[in-house]
């Protein structure tokens, strides 16, 4: 059973290592922001949008995934369902979706109410099954109904904008609203609303018995995380300009965001900062350098990366079950003397 002190180690007082702590966060922080104000490159930028576009959906997943242990292959789902209201609301009416985005975020919460609300009663391999089939579900609705144009997919008019402040716009937006939720989870997990979750991952039953209000904290997750994924997805329709069924509803969405957060450590706040950042690395250097190896010539499998990072999710399962928190938390009890 998971330690409930050692988070709250890192938040705890001013000590001398929490303010070397702030001090290195508000010196990546600087770098951050001076790469997105400063920086000429495109590619950087829409990298780095991507990383933060991906800790959003991460800590947006954790609060179920992580800190209730409940594994959640919808999280594409939301995404997708807030990514086509700002679309067709862009589509039909002419709204800009920079001025619908919540309403990204409350359609996923109505669509997780409806449909995701019912699968937590059950747990385990069967809830994550029971998403995943869900996630299809959207897909195939997506493809037949009339009003998201099918396999056509919905344009959107783009931003009167140069490129380079389009990419900075979303740059800045995906990460401050990035901050915001990890602030969130960070504010949850020194909760009392998180330790019920986290009483809801260790033993349901007994946490029922001993009063935590368990269908309650659990709905709770779900709906928030579904919020946050619906607000990225209607922001992701205008970046993008252009939105189709398999691309916003794809499983790849779910699995990564699911990887991120083992690699990084499930159930911590500060488990995607490390994991999302990593995953997107490793995957970038495996695209640029199996190329060059000449493995299977110019193009790489689809499958391949899938291959490594199963791998990768094995190891982890068996070895670092906690991911790179898991690994990092003895020599931080050392040097805190806990």
Known sequence: ?????????????????????????????????GIGAWWEGLGLLSTLTNVFLFLLLTQAWNFLGGYAGYLNLAMAVFFGVGAYTTGILAYRWGWSPLLT??????????????????????????????????????????????????????????LPWDRRVVEQFFYFTYLGLALLVTG?????????????LVAVREDEVAAGVLGVRTTWVKVAALLLGAFWAG?????????????????VFSLDISVDVVLMAMVGGAGTWQGPLLGVPLVMLV??????????????GARIPAEFNRAVFGAALV??????PQGL????????GRRLGV
Do not use: C, D, K
């Not at 385990?124 to 037949?144: E, H, K, R, S, W």
């Not at 969130?184 to 019920?196: L, Y």
């Not at 928190?325 to 931080?332: I, S």
């Open 231 to 247: 607000v990225a997805g209607g922001l992701y329709t205008q970046r993008i300009g252009y939105i189709e069924p398999t691309g």
């Open 101 to 158: 985005f919540p309403l990204g975020g409350l359609m996923a919460v109505l669509w997780a109410a409806a449909v995701g609300v019912p699968s937590l009663r059950v747990r385990g391999p069967y809830f994550a099954v029971l998403t995943m089939i869900l996630g299809f579900l959207a897909q195939v609705l997506a493809y037949n109904v009339p009003w998201t144009r099918g396999a056509m997919g919905i344009y959107v008019s783009p």
């Open 315 to 320: 190891l982890i399962a068996l070895y670092a």
């Open 325 to 332: 928190m898991g690994l990092v938390r003895p020599f931080r």
């Open 1 to 33: 059973m998971r330690s409930s002190v050692w988070p709250e180690t890192w938040t705890s007082g001013p000590t001398r290592l929490g303010r070397r702590h702030a001090l290195g966060a508000a010196a990546l922080l600087g770098i951050v922001v």
């Open 283 to 296: 995957a970038e250097l495996l695209r640029v350098g199996v190329v060059h190896l000449g493995l299977f």
């Open 184 to 196: 969130i989870a960070a504010r949850i997990q020194s909760s009392r609303f998180g330790a019920a």
